[in-house]
């Protein structure tokens, strides 16, 4: 589904990717975990396309299809969903107003006509359940004074409505207190299917007792340096990250 | 001839048909004396540094329409508030139109500012209220005054609230090839007494206009009055607008100023307190591309103590638009306590536009709060990216955006269907339909 070749990029001529290779296959979870600064969140910007990171070598497929030239919308169309570390707040503009607009764009996309309004808040009534949101937020402005946790919600809410092929969690985890932890993990396994992947970035393990990775990578210094199954993160919360840099030396 | 020299000419004329021995030529004559002296403005002036009128006064304007003209209501129906009911006073050219406008003297008068300045009944009116807090020193104001014929004159007893809110809409036609318009409206908004009021000007041809319009409205002691003004003119259209508020104690008055086109749009917009526990605000959203240019000229005068102001203006200029703001808070040596904010956002969306935003604080009291904010930025890239991500095409993210950031004026509109038809000027402006009404 989601292939990664050789990736090398650079933010104003610093290079972060240093030659990254990855493969997620459909029905599959995947975490990446790492130091700080090792370039995880930069990953997951250029999957999604950030125009401020430069490819500089290297291709990212999207079933079959090299999707690194492509607009950040143009990629969403296709079925990228990047859930943001820290979701940006629109005054005025509520939740649902904003997630019609995100769904209807994506159908204009692909000559949709826009989807019928009681098919949408059917939609949205399911999914606002899943990922037990009250009514009263889906009429607030889109993040403007939510909690931590209810921004996260609200992300893995919207991941939920767009059904995307891939999608990328970034430190969803970080900010939730653990009943917002288990309710987001919930939505997220819920979502998961055969056809579509996750991948998870995270600093902690926490996240990964709740959504169980079928593979674990380290990312170190712009590279994935080890990649193993789901104890390799258990692994990497007992003994940090250490003793992967010593290993490589 | 330049338009000085033919205003001034034409007021010879135009004086003839007057009373000379009454009261309003003499306020007239002191009007135009003070126009010849100091004429129009130009950028030599601070208060006109980054605004020029040259370009706009080398058309050869008409001063008196030679027509009478009227419009279908259909042609024009869209520039009014027709989802609602409401009172209309409508001018075409500059002369009241009965058959557009709805009028009412039933407990409150909505009417003409002709009969007040025509009529003895209204003598007592004219003498206390007509030119009494414009400025009789401002060149463009005394412009007004001297010619000043007809415009609303709206007057809301003690206690009594306007049922519906008022709309003044003056149209050009175009038949003159270039005209200028002097509309002078009068409001008084008596003890407790509550009103709103829409107040637009609208070309319905691309021929040159200029309009210099008056305003001057007195709140008296609790007043309420909302005041809307909508600036979204064709791209030859003109407006000098002077509004002129005097407050009483523990009146309220806002003032929301919405321009989005016309070629030059300059608001002379100034509150004078006259009592204690005012609240006053003024807010405004400005957005423009093309070559329009919008300069917002606040003043707010705390001469009392115990009174609060309240502005926020937020601008968008695209293109090679320019926008101005310069806004003046004056607090007078008695006016402890005093609560003063004033807040100026602005986004450039373009190279080649620019703003001039100038706070301008005067304070002589010792215990007063007074802040002012301003900023210019650009649209924040990683909020694009975020709607981007989410499917959102560039064009409809930044539409968005805009929306996000004049929302916090757009919410303090008070009438409904106002605020959802400025929503949708703004997306037509910004060039987007989108999924749900902004």
């Not at chain 1, 995100?102 to 159908?107: D, F, H, L, T, V």
């Not at chain 1, 889109?142 to 939920?160: D, P, V």
């Not at chain 2, 805009?402 to 060039?431: C, D, H, W």
Request: contains cysteine; aromatic residues 8%.
């Amino acid at each position: 589904m989601l292939s990664i070749k050789n990736l090398h990029a650079s933010v104003e001529d610093k290079e972060i990717l240093k030659g990254i290779n990855l493969e997620v296959k459909a029905g599959e979870v995947h975490a990446i975990m790492g130091p700080n600064g090792a370039g995880k969140s930069t990953l997951s910007s250029i999957i999604a396309g950030n125009e401020n990171y430069e490819v500089n070598e290297g291709e990212i497929f999207l079933d079959g299809e090299e999707i690194s030239e492509l607009a950040p919308e143009e990629r969403a169309h296709k079925g990228v969903f990047l859930s943001f570390q820290y979701p940006v707040e629109i005054p005025g503009v509520s939740v649902t107003n904003f997630i019609k607009t995100a769904i209807n764009e994506s159908r204009k996309a692909k000559g949709l006509e826009d989807m019928p309004a009681n098919e949408m808040l059917k939609k949205i009534r399911e999914k606002s359940e899943l990922l037990e949101m009250d009514k009263k937020f889906l009429s607030r402005s889109l993040n403007e004074g939510f909690s931590g946790g209810e921004k996260k919600r609200n992300e893995i809410f919207q991941m939920a409505m767009l059904e995307p092929k891939i999608a990328i969690l970034d430190e969803t985890d970080s900010g939730l207190d653990i009943d917002a932890l288990r309710i987001v993990a919930n939505g997220v396994n819920k979502l998961k299917s055969q056809d579509n992947a996750v991948v998870v970035i995270t600093h902690y393990q926490r996240l990964l007792d709740y959504i169980v990775p079928d593979f674990v990578h380290v990312l170190m210094d712009g590279k994935i340096v080890k990649s193993g199954d789901a104890s390799l993160a258990l692994e990497l919360e007992e003994k940090g990250y250490d003793w992967i840099k010593a290993e490589l030396v | 001839m330049d338009l000085k020299d033919k205003l001034l000419s034409s007021y010879i004329a135009f004086e003839e048909k007057f009373d000379m021995d009454s009261h309003l030529h003499d306020v007239r004559n002191q009007a135009i004396k003070n126009f010849e002296t100091k004429g129009f403005p130009t950028k030599k002036e601070e208060a006109w540094k980054y605004t020029s009128l040259n370009a706009i006064l080398k058309h050869d304007f008409s001063v008196f329409p030679k027509h009478e003209n009227a419009i279908e209501f259909a042609a024009v129906k869209k520039y009014f508030l027709h989802e609602i009911d409401t009172y209309k006073l409508v001018f075409i050219d500059g002369k009241f139109s009965s058959f557009l406008s709805s009028t009412t003297h039933e407990g409150i008068d909505v009417c003409l500012l002709s009969s007040v300045l025509t009529k003895p009944k209204y003598k007592p009116v004219l003498e206390t209220y007509f030119n009494q807090i414009a400025q009789k020193n401002e060149s463009l104001t005394s412009l007004n005054t001297a010619f000043a014929q007809e415009g609303a004159f709206i007057n809301i007893p003690k206690s009594k609230v306007a049922d519906k809110p008022i709309e003044i809409i003056n149209f050009s036609t175009g038949t003159e090839a270039a005209l200028m318009v002097q509309p002078r409206n009068l409001i008084i908004v008596g003890e407790n007494a509550h009103v709103q009021i829409i107040e637009r000007h609208q070309s319905l041809n691309s021929n040159p206009v200029l309009t210099n319009s008056v305003t001057e409205i007195f709140a008296q002691k609790r007043a309420n009055v909302d005041y809307y003004k909508i600036q979204n003119d064709v791209q030859t259209a003109n407006l000098i607008d002077n509004t002129y508020i005097a407050q009483k104690q523990e009146s309220r008055v806002a003032v929301h100023t919405f321009s989005f086109g016309g070629n030059m749009t300059r608001n002379n917009l100034n509150f004078y307190h006259q009592g204690e526990r005012i609240d006053s605000t003024l807010k405004g959203i400005t957005i423009i591309g093309d070559k329009q240019h919008v300069d917002h000229f606040t003043l707010v005068h705390h001469a009392q103590p115990n009174c609060e102001s309240h502005q926020n203006y937020k601008g968008i200029f695209g293109d090679s638009a320019t926008g101005v703001f310069n806004g003046k808070i004056y607090v007078e040596k008695e006016a402890q306590k005093t609560d003063a904010f004033q807040q100026n956002n602005n986004i450039l969306i373009s190279e080649k536009a620019t703003i001039n935003a100038k706070p301008q604080l005067e304070i002589f009291a010792d215990d007063v709060k007074c802040s002012h904010g301003c900023t210019i930025g650009q649209l924040d890239e990683s909020a694009m990216f975020y709607m981007q991500q989410r499917g959102i095409p560039k064009k409809e993210a930044r539409a968005l955006l805009m929306y996000a950031f004049s929302n916090e004026v757009i919410e303090s509109i008070k009438i409904p269907e106002l605020k959802q038809r400025i929503t949708k000027i703004i997306a037509t402006k910004l060039g987007v339909k989108m999924g749900f009404d902004l």
